[in-house]
């Protein structure tokens, strides 16, 4: 295992920081929450932050810390799938092919939210799942193994996250839609 | 801005460096000592800045000494930056960038879309072959290899569908056009499984070469047609192998002068691969027969087999011309009524002639 400085991995994929960081602020306007300060990129640690205010609202809080796990996924499904066929299934050298591969892995590396984002949900979802809050029932599990994930980053999960999303989503979808 | 005064030290000055604790103002010194004192005595201790409200705790604009900054959430703003963070404008930049990252969606499912096809194919030709129905899933498969006949995947699939259904042109032309017949990993599972089918087609097509060769042999009939049965059992996919070992059955029989059986066979591969040369070789058959039994209606018969097979051969020069030698010994067999090889044949007609 080689180490690489996070700011410079960051760099290599930007678009998947500021995807995150614009997926936290979208869901900040849509709970309509206020949010103090925006930064996209830079280079240091964190690479990208939204700073807004705490809300008591248990979905709020879940949307605005787990958006960007939903977007960026998504988003690296969507693109890994233009670009999966061509990469790995029929070996054709088609350049525009890589440059989407690298764009969608970029997006799908840095789905998983961070400590601090986590943190906030785990402050509050305990009590709220033993109020009987369907949601964050669901989210514990959900928040305990992107821990771990989060975590794991020292041994490259977030890449490992990206590559398993990227390959393996495009793979379930191309073979559902063959059988259907 | 603010003014406040220490409770302790009696120090008046701007709001901002004052602290609160237990109610009372401290500046920053007294703070420390009060707090210090607090926790020896286990009385509480936490202490916050206070926050002068006419300064903008966003931007530091002063809103002067006689009107304080509204109180957004738990912070003093001034009007701008209250705006601002009610609703936090997303920048131009980020816009132009989701458009331009929407554009590139578009680009990356229409640039795509002869892959999807061609991946879509591929994964019915796949699903085919798990299914065992190789003739159907050839179609997809080659439609794949148009676009991708580099897939490693796509040529294997194609290569097994192809052999499985006895195709070795196909075959063959999917493996070479991949990098001229090479696989990066040799021991990969379907490489190994379609190079042992390759393999097995060869060694039978190598035996049914050699059978031929044999049967243009007097006296190798029983041999050619063993090899033949070989070939077949080897590679019972293989296009004719079947088909061919029962015409070299007709040899072997012919050799051991059972006509019944020779014409039967003959029969039999006439009616299942109607060809020029079964055809042919029913004529010899039923010719036999007439040498031997002296029916007209077998002479009759072998006649029309022998125009039969020369319509069949249309306009193949090469094939009209065995055609006409074949054909000369068959009338020959009719005319004298002796049934004799080729080989006796060649010696005692073609070579006298050649001399």
Known sequence: MFFIPGPVIAMLT??????????????????????????????????????????????????????????????????????????????????????????????????????????????????????????????????????????????????????????????????????? | MH?????????????????????????????????????????????TPLQDNSICQRCGSYSGDNADHPIVGNLALCSTCAATISNWPYPHWLKVSLAVLLLLLVVALVHGRRYFHAGRAMYIGERLVEEQQYEQALPYLKETLTIAPDSDKAVLLTAKAALEIGDMGTADKAIQGHSGGHFDDADDHDFQEVKALWDRA???????????????????????????????????????????????DEGSAFEAKDYNLYLSNAQKAWEQYPSAGTAAAYSGALACKYAVEGDASYRQQSEWMLEVARLKIGSDRSQMKAFQLFAERIRHRLESRQIISQEEYDRRFRRQAAQ
């Not at chain 2, 237990?22 to 509480?44: L, S, T």
Request: with cysteine; charged share 15%.
């Open chain 2, 202 to 248: 060869n060694a039978a097509f190598e035996k049914a070469a050699e059978a031929a060769k044999l049967e243009q042999q007097d006296g190798h009939a029983a041999e050619a047609a063993q090899l033949k049965h070989q070939a077949a059992e080897l590679y019972p996919q293989g296009r004719g192998l079947a088909g061919l070992a029962e015409t070299f």
């Open chain 1, 14 to 180: 930007f678009p998947g920081v500021i995807v995150h960081e614009a997926a936290h602020l979208f869901f900040c306007k849509l709970f309509k929450l206020q949010v103090y300060e925006v930064c996209f990129l830079r280079f240091g640690n964190p690479t990208g932050y939204v700073l807004h205010e705490k809300t008591q609202d248990f979905t709020a809080s879940f949307f605005v810390s787990m958006g960007p796990f939903f977007g960026n996924t998504l988003l690296c499904i969507v693109f890994c799938s233009a670009a999966f066929l061509p990469v790995w299934e029929l070996r054709v050298a088609d350049p525009l092919a890589y440059f989407f591969y690298w764009l969608g892995l970029s997006i799908g590396m840095h789905a998983v939210p961070s400590t601090g984002d986590l943190s906030n949900l785990w402050e509050v979802a305990p009590l709220k799942a033993k109020r009987g809050n369907l949601l964050a029932i669901i989210s514990l599990p959900l928040i305990a193994v992107l821990y771990v994930l989060n975590f794991a980053r020292v041994v490259w999960a977030d890449l490992g996250f990206g590559i398993a999303v990227g390959v393996l989503g495009p793979i379930a979808l191309f073979r559902a839609l063959a059988r259907a």
């Open chain 2, 3 to 47: 003014q406040a005064t220490c409770s302790q030290c009696g120090l008046t000055t701007t709001v901002r460096s004052f602290y609160s604790m237990g109610g009372k103002n401290y500046c920053e010194p007294c703070v420390w000592k009060a707090a210090r004192e607090a926790r020896e005595a286990g009385q509480p201790s936490e202490y």
